[in-house]
């Protein structure tokens, strides 16, 4: 018996390919919509940008030739260059804040809970020597929690987290979805309500910190004035090559400028790392 007992019609053929068409025709616009749309929202960004930056050249060029045409227009300059020279002097010569002595194992009794939080995608190559230094912290496990936020990894980072998890009673680790939104900052938020830390500290995967970190860093909450607190950041591997001992340079650097400022009377920023 032959494998078709029946004989072929090729009017299923032409409803096949007409039901192709039909579809085919109805997806193109959609298509050609969405293509417009996005090229429409690129040309308009590019077109506000520019119209931005011309606006700000305008008022360079402008304010330039205008000080070149009006006859006070070197005192101006003279004025604003002193004004500008005695904030410089004032953020050299300005003195840091002392730094306030650690907690002992006396203050440890009465130290606030803290919850360390880092959010982590495809961290396997750091996240678990990362979470190994904050669960061993020089400080009571009972005082502290660490959070880890895995962002959907697709790679070891989860398997990685729950061998640890076993290990490390005050470690929890939240999953977030495919999908989820707002990457790091929508991961911290994902997990803030279920925090229960007086003070919170944001980490990224590949940190290092000293175990006397809380000791440290605490102490200096207890001045009514102070409601974050940014830890400097250093190059691990400075010594490397010429491009991480740049980086040294520039980290050392914007400290010493952060540090001046907040020495000033101004507020010093928050990196995401170490705050």
């Known amino acids: ?49 520019r119209r ?37 002097l004032r953020i050299v010569l300005a003195r840091p804040r002392s730094q306030p002595k650690p907690l002992s194992d006396e203050d440890l009794a009465d130290s606030p809970f803290v919850s360390l939080l880092v959010a982590a995608k495809n961290e396997e190559a750091v996240i678990g020597n990362l979470v190994k230094i904050l669960c061993n912290l020089d400080y009571p496990n009972d005082k502290y929690e660490v959070w880890v936020i895995d962002d959907n990894s697709t790679d070891k980072t989860p398997i990685i987290l729950a061998q640890m998890k076993r290990k490390y009673s005050h470690l929890k680790v939240l999953q977030r979805m495919a999908g989820a939104t707002g990457g790091k900052s929508g991961a911290l938020n994902q997990v803030l309500p279920l925090t229960k830390g007086e003070i919170l500290a944001v980490f990224d995967a ?53 540090q001046q400022r907040v020495a000033i009377g101004g507020i010093g920023e928050l990196r995401g790392n170490g705050q």
Do not use: C
Request: aromatic share 10%; charged share 20%.
């Open 206 to 258: 590949d940190a290092d910190v000293s175990p006397d970190l809380l000791r440290q860093v605490l102490p200096l909450f207890a001045q009514s004035k102070v409601g974050a607190v940014q830890m400097r950041k250093a190059i691990a591997n400075a010594e490397e090559n010429f491009w991480t001992k740049g980086q040294m340079a520039e980290m050392a650097l914007d400290s010493y400028y952060q």
């Open 52 to 88: 931005k930056a011309a606006l700000v050249l305008t008022f360079v060029w402008g304010g330039t030739i205008a000080l070149h045409l009006v006859s006070w227009g070197s005192l101006f300059v003279i004025g604003l260059t002193t004004i500008f020279g005695i904030h410089a």
């Open 1 to 49: 018996m032959p494998a078709n007992s029946w004989s072929e019609n090729d009017s299923y053929n032409e409803l096949d390919e007409a039901l192709s068409s039909l579809l085919s025709d109805l997806s193109e616009p959609e298509e050609e919509v969405q293509e417009a749309l996005s090229t429409t929202s690129l040309q308009s960004s590019y077109a506000g940008r």
